[in-house]
């Protein structure tokens, strides 16, 4: 049973050992637990904020929620793909093509990579855009089947998805706003941090 089924399906918790991937060394092996589970870990640990979702509906609600507590009524968000503002077409949002007339990226993803908790993005999401000339605020809508175990996992189902057809400006999301778990890792330090939520609907 993943983490997801613990949040929010219930379940009997299982008796075994107190040992977590958040408790283990950092030179210490893996142990050996759900993909879905080692995201969330790994992507709270970067700093990103996790909404999980059963459905669509809930999904819209948890976006007027964001929109809601960061007052962003008013803020077109800047969104480069026409399949993802169809899909949210009818939550009032204002959509812009341009980075600079905007405090929010709106995008979807390639993957969502459990090793580490990032998230793999290609100019499919970001066109010839930069991380780092993006807005400071990303919103993320992804769905579960987009979970993969490495990023070398990610790149060979978009090989094998696209063919030769392969899509430039592969790259991750990865050091999300800072908080005390990531605050003192120097791999954050120079890299283009982002205040990110992911909107994450279960569709398996």
Known sequence: MGLFDKLFGGGKKKKGSKETTETRGAHMPDLVIPVDEKFTIHFKKNGGKFLYCDSFSEISRA??????????????????????????????????????????????????????????????????????????????????????????????????????????NITTLKHFQSNKENSDDFLTYGSSSKNLYLLLLEDL
Do not use: R
């Not at 009524?73 to 204002?94: G, Q, R, T, W, Y």
């Open 63 to 168: 976006l007027k929620n964001i929109i809601n507590e960061n007052d962003w009524h008013e803020h077109p968000f800047f969104a480069l793909n026409d399949n993802l503002k169809e899909k949210f077409s009818k939550e009032k949002i204002k959509f812009t093509n341009k980075s600079k007339e905007s405090d929010v990226f709106f995008t979807t993803c390639e993957h969502l990579i459990a090793q580490n908790g990032s998230i793999l993005v290609c100019s499919n999401q970001l066109m010839d855009n930069k991380l780092h000339e993006l807005p400071y605020n990303v919103i993320v809508f992804a769905t579960t089947s987009q979970l993969v175990e490495s990023i070398g996992e990610g790149l060979k189902t978009i090989k094998k998805k696209y063919g030769h057809s392969i899509p430039a």
